[in-house]
């Protein structure tokens, strides 16, 4: 039980660490200001639907309850997909995005020449991919939303970087018919972060293998 519990530490830890570096990708995608991320805009899509009928809630409050959407149809389909740090990225998100805007604000982004905001949002959709494939290899569980992208993988046996792209196309054409809003930063998005995460799994399968097998486990 107690190497349980400590592998169980280690791994939430190092998913942790992936969600910090993640989300910094996130914050510095936003910063940049050329559209949201694509399962943003099938939130902004979907919250404009329930406007329609009469409700009001927040971009935060629709994010959430899809989030439990989601984790409830995989408990469905293979509830070992969700596991703590599923629970962990869905409630640890937000306030680190606030954390890091609130540092990197003053880089004034968002005045930025086009060609640098560019920059910064490759930039930030590599550091995206790169955290998101540490939280993934952490095999702690991930994020709502990137576990319907792990999942379809691990089903069908497909390259998750192939399938990143189709979920993130998806939730962009479902936002958009909706009356979610995208820009050239969510296309760049939708098409580079799951290739990129794909290229650095490897990477990051190694530092979990290797913190594990400093605290004495193998994986």
Known sequence: MKINVRE???????????????????????LADLGADPFNVLIQGLRRLVMRIGFFPTHGTVHMVICFLIVIVLLIVDRSYVK????VCMFCGGPII???TLVLRGLGIGAAPLVI??????????ILA???SLVIRSEAGTGPNDLVAVVISDKTKWRFGIVRIATDVCFVLIGFLLGGKFGVGTVICAFLVGPVAES???FSARIVK??????????
């Open 117 to 126: 905001k560019i920059v910064v949002l490759i930039i930030g959709c590599v």
């Open 210 to 219: 290797a913190c594990l097998k400093k605290a004495g486990m193998d994986s």
């Open 84 to 87: 703590l740090g599923t629970l």
């Open 130 to 132: 790169s955290g998101m």
């Open 98 to 100: 606030d954390f890091f």
């Open 200 to 202: 650095v799994m490897p």
């Open 8 to 30: 169980t530490v280690i791994r939430l830890f190092l998913l942790f660490v992936g969600l910090i570096i993640a989300h910094l990708g996130v914050t510095l995608f936003l």
